[in-house]
């Protein structure tokens, strides 16, 4: 049982326009969301989060966004760059279990 | 400032053999993870720290052993490797609560054959 999804392998964009990534979840125990971006050859490394609590967050290009009735959350990047070409991997974390669980991930390619 | 250091980068072993995988952290973190990687699947929890002398496991613990004796250090041993082991092997660090995410190596590249 996968709790955290994201459907979507892959993803291309053009430079300057918007890319959303999306990400599903089943259980309503985790209590942050965050989102990891990570390049070839090179660990995971962390971008942006959002607490359960709140339904957006924004940090420059980068915004989150939270839906909890639809257990569904959103990265929407603005306006995309090239050097945003990654793969970005959704995770969940349960404070409770003191862990946390990734999607599979979605790899963003931005052509210029 | 190295943050966190696995050693190896690259390994190739042959099935039946043993070895340690090994990563420290110089972040003062209490929480330590081991995740593996393999192609076209996310990061799937093998084993994981919240302190010195406390392990538990995650959802892919078969095969492998921990041990935490410093808050430094988290080694990952494999006991007798298979080729279902070949993956990507990345250690993770993490300080407070979930909304700082965690830190991770830059990955051990493991082939069993």
């Known amino acids: 049982d996968q709790q955290v999804k994201q459907n979507s392998p892959s993803l291309s964009v053009q430079e300057g326009r918007i890319s959303i990534l999306n990400c599903d979840y089943t259980?309503?125990?985790?209590?942050?969301f965050l989102w990891y971006k990570k390049y070839p050859a090179e660990g995971p490394t962390f971008l942006i989060s959002i607490s359960s609590i709140k339904d957006k967050n924004e940090d420059g290009r980068f915004t989150v966004f939270l839906n909890k009735s639809a257990k569904h959350l959103s990265l929407h990047i603005v306006p995309s760059q090239p050097g945003d070409s990654a793969v970005y991997f959704c995770a969940a974390y349960n404070t409770n279990a003191g862990k946390s669980t990734f999607g599979d991930g979605t790899t963003l390619t931005v052509k210029p | 400032n190295a943050g966190v250091t696995q050693t190896p980068k690259f390994q190739v072993l042959k099935t039946g053999q043993s070895m340690t995988l090994q990563c420290a952290q110089d972040?003062?973190?209490?929480?330590m993870s081991w995740y593996r990687q393999d192609p076209g699947m996310g990061l799937r929890l093998i084993h994981y720290?919240?302190?010195?002398?406390?392990?538990d496991q995650g959802e892919v613990p078969n095969g492998y052993n921990v041990s935490r004796s410093t808050t430094e250090d988290f080694p990952l041993r494999l006991l007798s490797a298979a080729p279902s082991q070949t993956s990507v092997y990345f250690c993770a660090t993490g300080g407070g609560t979930g909304l700082y995410g965690y830190t991770f190596g830059s990955g051990t590249r493991l082939t069993v054959v």
């Open positions: 720290s919240v302190g010195a002398g406390i392990t």
């Open positions: 259980n309503s125990m985790f209590d942050y």
């Open positions: 972040m003062n973190h209490e929480y």
